[in-house]
């Protein structure tokens, strides 16, 4: 069989059987939660609730009035200890509401329902989803809502179900595609029916092959549904790769996947859409892979939303004595914490320890125009300028070389013999970029 690829992107170590193996195994429900009042692209929330205020499972305790938002649900059943600024692990503090746990009282579980595929409106599906704070859960976190309400000019003909998970050490989509098949396969087709797609792609990296097989079984008679196999290369499983691969469709430079017809969700996103749609459960929790050389019992975790990230460790057996680092996500696109207090969050798909042998910081030393950074990027960028205008602050050039189009993959970063940070300096000059805008009007 041959495999879909795209050109360009990397072949790091991957270090998943640490984790791939086991089921995932529930979190201990923790006293007390910290809920970010932003855990998605969009506009922030504001508070529903007040100091001391008793909250359930699942009640919403903050929205905001925008179209790209997502409202936040509490993930225990406890009282409100304060509203205040917080840790947080991408952007470094915000406001969140600080929830203890009432230990007395029983948690509220959501029974299965039935959803009729014939009879459910579009409408009905995106106010379940947005009702609910559905995000992307593969880590942009984008309102899921917001993305099956493409514009009426912009037809859909092909929904992508991403079962990649091209990130080194993280395997909770492929446990999520192992053991929640039927429910990835009916948020596939919720999605299809919402947006009016004629056609489901399952695109699942072939080093998931059990997966791959049974979603190959599971689909045998779904005449408008094909899984397919794709190369293990990094990065496959961003999106606009994936369409490439897949499809031979390229999104526009500046543009979205709905400009070519297709829309992708992540496989944790699909089921998370099925609660919503089928049993009214919002977004409290998700899978975080817990990982690394670092951490005693690396696995898989269904984990409460504002549980810190101390007591997930701690589930996974806690740290080695040699661990040094915690990331979250994995070890090329994920964001390294400087504390354990900060809390699991939407965007949450792994927890990474790495050990002191692991992390040697090489020394930077100046580009020798290799060319490898250009050679293996998938966007078809040229690093190097974004370093040269970033270290000499011609933050306006920036857009003559299209930096908004980087994915921020850190493909140019892992193959620089120079150990150049060229990511950071991505960062620097997009956050510099849009400054400059936001001041010009």
Known sequence: ?????????????????????????????????????????????????????KVERGQKIGEADAFITSPVHSSITGTVKSIDKQPHPVSGSFDAVIIERDESIEEKEWEKGVIDLEKIS???????????????LG??????????????????????????????????????????????????????????AKKGIVGIEANKMDAFKLFLEKTKDEGNIDVELLEVKYPEGAEKMLIKALLSREVPAGGLPMDVGVVVHNVGTAVSIVEAVRDNKPLIERVVTVTGKGVNNPGNFMVAIGTPFSDVIEAAGGLKDNAVKVIMGGPLMGIAQSGLDVPVVKGTSGILVLTADETDIEEEVNCIRCARCVDHCPMYLIPTE???????????????????????????????????????????GKLALRNLKSKKG
Request: charged letters at 25%; hydrophobic letters at 35%; glycine letters at 8%.
């Open 139 to 196: 880590g942009a976190a984008f309102p899921a809502s917001v993305k099956i309400s493409p514009p009426k000019e912009k037809p859909i003909d092909t929904i992508i179900l991403n079962g990649c998970e091209c990130e080194p050490y993280l395997t909770a989509d492929h446990r999520i595609m192992l053991e929640y098949t039927d429910d990835c396969i009916l948020g596939l087709k919720v999605i299809m029916k919402t947006v009016g």
């Open 1 to 53: 069989m041959r495999l879909k690829s795209f050109k360009q992107g990397i072949h790091p170590g991957y270090y998943k059987g640490l984790s791939e193996n086991g089921p995932i195994k529930k979190c201990p429900s923790p006293k007390k939660v910290i809920i970010p009042l932003s855990q998605h692209t969009g506009a922030p929330c504001k508070p529903l609730v007040e100091r001391k205020d």
């Open 122 to 136: 579009a409408d009905e599906v995106r106010k379940k989803v947005r009702e609910a704070g559905i995000v992307g």
């Open 386 to 428: 974004f370093v040269k205008f970033a270290r000499g602050e011609a933050w306006e050039r920036m857009d003559s070389v299209n930096i908004m189009d980087c994915i921020e993959c850190g493909s140019c970063a892992f193959v620089c013999p120079s150990k150049i940070p060229i990511v950071q300096y991505i960062k620097l």
